[in-house]
């Protein structure tokens, strides 16, 4: 057979090989694809299909005509996005809590993880991780009441304290320049100790063997730390770190709006309070879309940008 016919053959078969393969091996693991299929419906439900509804921020939505038949404005809902006296503040607020949160909220569960990796005792291991656990499962409006009972002006626990202390009460919750300090606090306090799971999981993969080889040479605990368990755990450190690059312009309304009030709205109006104010309370359901998608536009952009970063200056990255 001429080598020309031979290599048209070849690519004929070696697709039909390979599709073979695919057929075989989801025929051998069909009871794991079925436990795929909850998650597959849960996208296509809830991430995928809101997606129709995009096309509000360019219509002049009318709920008599739906979706498909509001008249479509173009671009004029993100002309008056930028064109809001709003605009640059809540841009600037919502940077300014999400660069403290990758500032302090981003390293903390990292150094509680390998704290947690350090205490020998298993007992009082359990109990250090159930403590800082805990406060990730209370609910926001509990959560939130915690904070007014710990930090209110007058009759909070921290204010009686200083007052005994002969201090002036300190306005923690009123004043605008307290409030992304206030907000970053109780985010490290809710989430650190379960963002740690993560860290905690990559950090059991450690090979013990290096451990040992670094004893050998006399690397003490606090070495080993940093020349075994960091190293071995930063592919999982940048990809938390891409993904958090993903979320910068996205913060929870509900728990700002919770503890928002009128004396501090300066520092606490963000970009996901301001949708919500403009959607569901004035019903301007197309300006509301125009502010998520920018928000969610500028989170991809982010999250590309972080993903060819360290795909160029590491060996870990998500695509």
Known sequence: MPAKAKAASASYIEPARRSRSKRLRMRNNWDYLIFIIPVILYFLIFCYGPMYGVQ????????????????????????????SFQFTRILKNTLVINLLKTCISFPIPIILALMFNEIRRERLKKTFQTITYAPYFISTVVFVGIINLFLAGENGYINNILEMLGIAPIPFLTSPSYFSGVYVGSDVWRNSGWNSIIFIAALSGVDPQLHESAQIDGASRFKRIIHVNLPCIMPTIVIQ??????????????????MQNSLNIEASEVISTYAYKTGLINMDYGFSTAVGLFNNVINIVLLLAANKIAKRYSSSSLF
């Open 241 to 258: 770190f891409i993904l958090q690059m993903g979320k910068m312009m996205t913060l929870s309304y509900e728990r700002i709006l919770l």
């Open 56 to 83: 509000l921020a360019f219509k002049r939505f009318n709920p008599a005509l739906g979706i498909t038949a509001s008249p479509w404005i173009g671009a004029d809902n993100f002309e008056r996005l930028f064109g």
